[in-house]
């Protein structure tokens, strides 16, 4: 059977794909499959950013990188469903990421 794109699919397939790869990566960390849980969990991040709205992440904005702490990414263009930038402690050089590892930068109650 020929898989569908994440980008033809609908919302509820896609929703349907990520629950089943994180189903499918809870059974192969369980089983110490780190290699399976890794490519597991990428698919799950890409279906992920299917569901977002790339006009919601803007050129020239800074974000936080879901999962790393600390560490920033600036965009500097989109292509589709990843924002190409670099990372502010600059140790890569320009790189995609997906969006759906991007998360707004918590604003202060006093800015």
């Known amino acids: 059977m020929q898989e569908k794109r994440y980008s033809t699919m609908t919302t509820y397939e896609l929703q349907q794909e990520i629950a ?3 189903e499918k990566a809870r059974k192969a960390e369980q ?3 780190v290699n399976e849980y890794a490519v597991l969990e990428r698919k799950a991040i890409m279906a992920k950013a299917y569901l977002l709205n790339p006009d919601d992440f803007k050129p020239g904005e ?3 990188i879901e999962g790393d ?3 920033y990414f600036k965009i500097e263009y989109m292509n589709g469903v990843f924002a190409w930038g670099f990372r502010l402690n600059g140790t890569k050089g320009e790189e995609a990421l997906p969006i759906s590892i991007l998360k707004q930068i918590e604003k202060k109650e006093d800015e």
């Open 20 to 22: 089943a790869l994180n």
């Open 31 to 33: 089983m110490g499959m």
């Open 62 to 64: 800074i974000y936080q």
């Open 69 to 71: 702490p600390g560490t």
